[in-house]
């Protein structure tokens, strides 16, 4: 039967032929296509990777980076090892090693160009500048800027040109994506060549348009070895003060533009001026998780009213 009607011997046959033809077509073509397996990708962590180290701990050692300043805020940098104590999960370690910490850094700018800034990009592109005149050879610095969401402007590289040129082009505009910018920062700083690595962050206020939360910046914080120092213009930047708490940084409020320079000054002597204190813990553990430290100057030295920043805590390795 075809198309409805009687079909002869001789009209079937060719038809009967054709179609046979066309089956072992079918079938060499698929012996020639390669098998292709795909393998379902597995679940990713929250925020892109799972946590890391957010200290360097070199064979069984644990390394805090300690910055002390004296009562006008300047660094003290002659203290000696038996002038700190440092606690693990509240429990006092033994320090086996104490330097000043040198080196070349890693630094991100994290850049505010919200339509806030407008009448404050001079002077704040000017702090920039002036920060990485601090800078020494085999330095690496990126650049991002953020509004209504961040966005890099250049990628590591040890020419400050290429970070003040793309700064030139940034007008201000739109909302404060900050959480967006720090995340995005952190990811970048993952591709640093050096050990030392460090965020600045420059905001005339907090945020509101990120799609990340306080608590997921803190936990991305905490997992990386990345400490984060801040400027705040007009604004004291709490949130800000919390992250550089968690990582061993600085966050400074600039009351007036007027103040930059000085509060650049600041950061800069401190991120230049730290105590590196190693301890080998007590018990040990590659748990993963996470364990808080303090660090505190002996009652004998607190005399000389001083404060101590350090980074409160690290994830230990994974077996």
């Not at 929250?46 to 300047?74: M, Y």
């Not at 402007?153 to 793309?166: A, E, N, Q, R």
């Not at 002996?298 to 805590?313: A, Y």
């Amino acid at each position: 039967m075809y198309a409805g009607k009687l079909v002869s011997k001789s009209t079937f046959k060719p038809i009967l032929q054709a179609f046979c033809m066309l089956a072992v077509c079918c079938v060499v073509a698929n012996a020639q296509e390669p098998m292709v397996s795909i393998t379902p990708r597995g679940p990713l962590h929250p925020h892109g990777s799972t946590p890391q180290p957010n200290l360097r701990i070199d064979s069984s050692e644990v390394l805090v980076p300690v910055t002390v300043t004296d009562a006008a805020d300047h660094p003290v940098a002659d203290l000696a090892a038996d002038s700190f104590r440092v606690f693990e999960d509240n429990v006092e370690q033994k320090i086996v090693s104490l330097h000043h910490e040198d080196g070349p850094v890693s630094v991100g700018f994290i850049f505010d160009s919200s339509s806030s800034m407008k009448g404050r990009m001079d002077r704040s592109i000017a702090a920039v500048q002036q920060f990485m005149k601090t800078l020494n050879p085999g330095d690496e610095f990126f650049l991002i800027r953020f509004s209504d969401k961040p966005e890099v402007l250049s990628g590591f590289t040890d020419t400050p040109d290429d970070i003040l040129s793309s700064l030139s082009f940034v007008q201000p505009q739109g909302w404060t994506a900050l959480n967006d910018a720090i995340c995005l920062g952190l990811q970048r700083m993952k591709r640093a060549k050096n050990p030392r690595r460090a965020l600045f962050v420059l905001t005339d206020g907090g945020d509101n348009n990120s799609r990340y939360t306080d608590s997921e910046v803190r936990g991305l914080a905490q997992e990386s070895d990345v400490r984060i120092y801040s400027i705040g213009l007009f604004e004291r930047p709490h949130f800000l003060e919390k992250l550089a708490n968690d990582t061993g940084g600085r966050a400074v409020w600039a009351h007036k533009l007027q103040d930059l320079p000085d509060v650049v000054n600041k950061i800069s002597r401190d991120f230049r001026n730290q105590y590196v204190l190693g301890y080998s813990p007590e018990k040990p553990q590659n748990d993963g998780k996470y364990h808080s430290l303090r660090v505190e100057i002996r009652k004998t030295i607190k005399l000389m009213q001083l404060n101590v920043f350090w980074r409160r805590g690290y994830f230990a390795p994974p077996d």
